[in-house]
Every structure is written in structure tokens, then in C-alpha cells.
């Protein structure tokens, strides 16, 4: 088991190197320069080359790479002595705990990964995240929630229906909104219809976030504002939700147990709760697990239609301001998630059934 474990994490780790180095070369070959976006095309050429001397973008390309790696790497190698070295164990910019010392300059760390500042509000890109992830994750997590109840019990309603008007009209609605549709035409549609031409009817906003700052009390809690980006983030999760209950349940469903189950005596009921649905749900709880860390990313466009001020909302202005290291950080911070997500559910799968570590 820990042979298994340790390859998932090796897996995992490679994937994430992988995306830091794409990341990175993607983003050095977009045009424009740091500099200028941070003081503007007025700047004087003096400041100019003390904005990259301090990013490090006078350096050669592959040593910025390098010094992006060990920036973003949890353990990682600096010089505490030189302040003007690139790799310069500054305390402005890293949390830190010394490991093992090199030579006179050199000191190995274990720190929080640096994934440096905004060009704009020179915030630390980790605060930024670590302020507007709780929100999506909320969101994400609202849509998966509803995603899973509803999709399972439209499943089960459509299986033991098959074929029947109920069946397919479900269906058609499930591949032409929830596959065929993409959110942010789902969003527009959701906001416009429920947001403003229904709006006396739902009580809900077009747009608006988790807290609002209301004149006399402050911060206060808006769980409606979260119905329309929840049920608009979760219309394909559920329609793969309701195919995979359907199919799979419909599969269970002509075994033998359960003909052996049927000739006993028990009650339709009784057979697709206690019988056929748990075994049904294997490739159902496999799907909710992956889709939650897709929701996760996939929330960029609708949080921006509703002005739900998550991450997915920082990464949509950011790209319209050129604010790169907000955009890079993002995307470093969802592939974790993600992979990490997937190291889980795999070790899950390795200690359920012994069968996954064999084929691995």
C-alpha cells in the first residue's frame, strides 16, 4: 500500500511540474512588459530597470524558470546573505524554516510557496487566493451538492421509467442544456430570466456574492445570492449525474440477485433502495469526486456573470488588466487542487479494493 501510495504522489508531482513549466513559458511569451504595467507608459527608463531587476525579469529566461520553480517548490533553496541575489531568502516575501545549511550563503527551506505580487494592487498573490477561494469553494461545493441529490433522484425516477415519456424528455433536456449548453450562455440565460423578469416572484438577484456590505450592518450573509451560480455551475455535473444513475442503475438492475430478489417476494422499492442503488453508485460518487476539483476551475466565467467574488472572479480581471502573476497563481492553485483531489479518490480506490494497487 505504500509502494501504491508513494507512486500517486510521485504521479501527482509530475503532473504539477508539468504545469508550472507550461505556465510559465506560456505566459514569457505573451507580449507586453511588467514593468509598464505596473507604472504605467510614462515611466522613466531608471524605474523601468529597477521593476525588472526586482522581478528578476533582467535575467535570461531560463534562470527566471528556475527561479520560478524554487520560488513555487515547498522546499526549496535560497541565499540568506546577499540581498540582491534573484534567490535572496527575503522575509518580505517568504515563511520559512531552515532545513540544512550549505557553505556560508546557501540554506535549504521549508517555506509556503511564493507565487509572487499583483501588478496592480502589489498584494501577494496567496493573499488574494487565500481571500477568494473560500468563495468558490462554497460555490463549487453548493453545485456538486445539488448537482448529486437531484441528478441521483431524476436517475432512479428515469431508470425505473425506461422509455418512457418522463425517460427521454429528461434526457433530451440532460444532453442539449446540461452537456450542449456552455455555462456562461446557461449564466446569461439563468440571470436575465430568474434575475430580473422573475425577480418579484424568485426574490433573487442577478448578480451579488457571498457577503455584501450593507450601510448599517456591515458584512452581511447572502445565501440567495448563491441559488442561480450554484444551479447554472451544476447544469452538467447533473446531466452526467442522471446518464451514469440511469445506465448504471439500469445495469444492477438486471442481474441475477436481483431477479433472485424479485422471486423472494421483496418490493420494487425495497430492491432498488437496499439492493440495486448501492451497488449502482460506484461510478456515480467516482464522477462527483472528479467533477468537484473541474468545478473548482470551471467557475472562472460564472462567477464573473454574477459578480460572485471567488478566484474565478480575480482570474477574469486579472487577464483584462495583464495582471499575469494573479492569473499564473490561480491556475498553479486549481491544478493542486485537482490533482490532489484525484491522489485521494485513487488511495480510496487502493484501499477498498485491493484489485486497483495490483493493476498499478
Known amino acids: 500500500m505504500g509502494k501504491f501510495i508513494l507512486q500517486k504522489f510521485v504521479y501527482g508531482v509530475l503532473v504539477l511540474f508539468g504545469v508550472i513549466t507550461t505556465i ?13 504595467v505596473m507604472l504605467g507608459q510614462r515611466a522613466s527608463k531608471q524605474a523601468v530597470e529597477e521593476i525588472h ?44 524554516t531552515p532545513l540544512i545549511t550549505i557553505g556560508k550563503k546557501k540554506v535549504i527551506v521549508l517555506k509556503f510557496p511564493y ?26 461545493f453548493a453545485s456538486i451538492i445539488i448537482a448529486s441529490i437531484v441528478g441521483i433522484f431524476l436517475g432512479i425516477v428515469t431508470a425505473t421509467r425506461k422509455n418512457s415519456v418522463l425517460d427521454r424528455s429528461v434526457f433530451v433536456l440532460a444532453t442539449v442544456v446540461g452537456m450542449s449548453a456552455p455555462s456562461f450562455l446557461v449564466g446569461l440565460i439563468m440571470a436575465w430570466l430568474f434575475g430580473y423578469v422573475l425577480s418579484k416572484y424568485t426574490g433573487l438577484d442577478p448578480s451579488g456574492s457571498l457577503y455584501d456590505i450593507d450601510v448599517w450592518n456591515g458584512e452581511v450573509l447572502r445565501l440567495k445570492n448563491l441559488v442561480l451560480p450554484a444551479i447554472t455551475l451544476g447544469m452538467r455535473p ?4 442522471i446518464q451514469l444513475t440511469r445506465s448504471s442503475l439500469l445495469d444492477v438492475l ?20 437496499k439492493h440495486a442503488l448501492k451497488n449502482a453508485l460506484n461510478p456515480v460518487v467516482t464522477a462527483i469526486s472528479g ?3 473541474g468545478l473548482m476551475a470551471g467557475a472562472v466565467f460564472v462567477e464573473k456573470i454574477f459578480s460572485w467574488k471567488g478566484i474565478g472572479y480575480e482570474v477574469v480581471e486579472a487577464l483584462s488588466k495583464n495582471d499575469l502573476p494573479v492569473v499564473m497563481g490561480a ?7 485537482f490533482v490532489g483531489i484525484n491522489i485521494i479518490v485513487d488511495i480510496i480506490y487502493g484501499i477498498l479494493d485491493p484489485r486497483v494497487r495490483v493493476k498499478n
Open 115 to 140: 507565487l509572487g505580487k499583483s501588478y496592480i494592487t502589489k498584494r501577494n498573490v496567496s493573499e488574494i487566493i487565500k481571500d477568494t477561494l473560500p468563495e468558490t469553494a462554497v460555490l463549487a
Open 291 to 293: 467533477w468537484f476539483a
Open 331 to 337: 491556475t498553479l492553485v486549481f491544478a493542486t487542487i
Open 53 to 96: 531587476r526586482d522581478l528578476g525579469t533582467d535575467k535570461p529566461l531560463i534562470e527566471q524558470y528556475l527561479n520560478n520553480l524554487n520560488n513555487v517548490s515547498p522546499i526549496s533553496i535560497h541565499n540568506y546573505k546577499d540581498p540582491k541575489d534573484l534567490w535572496y531568502l527575503n522575509p518580505e516575501k517568504y515563511s520559512w
Open 238 to 241: 447533473l446531466s452526467i449525474v
Open 254 to 273: 438486471s442481474q441475477d440477485y436481483i431477479r433472485t430478489a424479485r422471486a423472494k417476494g421483496l418490493s420494487y422499492k425495497m430492491i432498488i433502495m
Open 24 to 36: 510559465f513559458f506560456l505566459f514569457n511569451v505573451l507580449p507586453g512588459d511588467p514593468a509598464m
